[in-house]
Nanobody, 130 residues
Framework: QVHLVESGGGLVQPGGSLSLSCAAT????????MGWIRQAPGKEREGVSC????????YYADSVRGRFTISRDVAKNTVNLQMNDLRPEDTGVYYC???????????????????????WGQGTQVTVAS
């Protein structure tokens, strides 16, 4: 059983930055894909960025690549998301997510987004507006 708690959301102007943090309690997540998904108003949840559990490969959605940076501390069971150059289309609820083991993180985040496997936190609101 894993419990995920996100923090760090808020309101920021376009071009600004925010840093999200996620603390996981429960079992060790060393070999689990872990990352972030988001849900924009009126849209389905989508994967944003993640680490594969087995080799720490990173994935970024095309829409955030070059602007967002994911980092992870395996010993502390934490994962962070540094978001720079934020745009209004980045607005939404951001969820920390842990996927099923043995999956690549992109596939794992897709399953979490569709609520077909894995775990997610309560979410934190990110609003980008002038």
């Amino acid at each position: 059983q894993v419990h995920l708690v996100e923090s760090g959301g808020g309101l920021v102007q376009p071009g600004g930055s925010l840093s999200l943090s996620c603390a996981a309690t429960g079992d060790s997540l060393e070999n689990y894909p872990m990352g972030w998904i988001r849900q924009a108003p009126g849209k389905e949840r989508e994967g944003v960025s993640c680490f594969s559990g087995s080799d720490d490969k990173k994935y970024y959605a095309d829409s955030v690549r070059g602007r967002f940076t994911i980092s992870r501390d395996v010993a502390k069971n934490t994962v962070n998301l540094q978001m720079n150059d934020l745009r209004p289309e980045d607005t939404g609820v951001y969820y920390c997510a842990v996927g099923l083991p043995l999956l690549g993180c992109r596939a794992a985040m897709t399953m979490v987004s569709q609520q077909k496997g894995g775990s997610w936190g309560q979410g934190t609101q990110v609003t980008v507006a002038s």
